[in-house]
T-cell receptor
Framework: GQNIDQPTEMTATEGAIVQINCTYQ??????LFWYQQHAGEAPTFLSY????GLEEKGRFSSFLSRSKGYSYLLLKELQMKDSASYLC??????????FGAGTQVVVTP | EAGVVQSPRYKIIEKKQPVAFWCNPI?????LYWYLQNLGQGPELLIR????????DSQLPKDRFSAERLKGVDSTLKIQPAELGDSAVYLC????????????FGPGTRLTVT
């Protein structure tokens, strides 16, 4: 079976750093995505990792360890607009994108 | 460039009634996906099209759900008859040919079945 786990909710203060962990067990692996989804809106692409290591893109960074089935999304210099759900998703066999349940990040003043 | 367009944005129907959702993908995107998203959950794939061919419909409940993409552009997802448990957000996404890895999502249709 396929399993993607991430925490349900995290709270952090404006200007702080938050790290959202994701562990996965999937049949086949062709890459891992992070999406951001504000309430009532479409998921929007944040990052894609297919090789081990850290990918940095502005305030957001994503890390992947394929041997550990582990990824994290790092959000730096948190802003109020970063309050959203963050979805970890894995491309497994046959190109199918499998999503985790999402982590609701709450940024407080 | 216009994004993925979906309509309606919201729909309220009584159980046992039929309902249809429409999606127009980004121009030039040959791959189209329909997802179902329950509250507090991630999207779950219902069906994937490559042009007009459904290449993965293993998660589509075929007793009541159907989909079509006749000309390989826009697509319709239908539920008949709807059940209370079908209340969810139905998301459409598209990606360019040969690149199934970056999917662009539409705003979704929020269905409420009463």
């Amino acid at each position: 079976g396929q399993n993607i786990d991430q925490p349900t909710e995290m709270t952090a203060t404006e200007g702080a750093i938050v790290q959202i962990n994701c562990t996965y067990q999937t049949s086949g692996f062709n890459g891992l995505f992070w999406y951001q989804q504000h309430a009532g809106e479409a998921p929007t692409f944040l990052s894609y990792n297919v090789l081990d290591g850290l990918e940095e893109k502005g305030r957001f960074s994503s890390f992947l360890s394929r041997s550990k089935g582990y990824s994290y999304l790092l959000l730096k210099e948190l802003q109020m607009k970063d309050s959203a759900s963050y979805l970890c998703a894995v491309i497994g066999s046959w190109g199918k994108l499998q999503f985790g349940a999402g982590t609701q990040v709450v940024v407080t003043p | 460039e216009a994004g993925v367009v979906q309509s309606p944005r919201y729909k309220i129907i009584e159980k046992k009634q039929p309902v249809a959702f429409w999606c127009n993908p980004i121009s030039g995107h040959n791959t189209l996906y329909w997802y179902l998203q329950n509250l507090g959950q991630g999207p779950e794939l219902l069906i994937r099209y490559e042009n007009e061919e459904a290449v993965d419909d293993s998660q589509l409940p075929k007793d009541r759900f159907s989909a079509e993409r006749l000309k390989g552009v826009d697509s319709t997802l239908k539920i008949q008859p709807a059940e209370l448990g079908d209340s969810a957000v139905y998301l459409c996404a598209s990606s360019p040919e040969g690149d199934v890895y970056e999917q662009y999502f539409g705003p979704g249709t929020r269905l409420t079945v009463t």
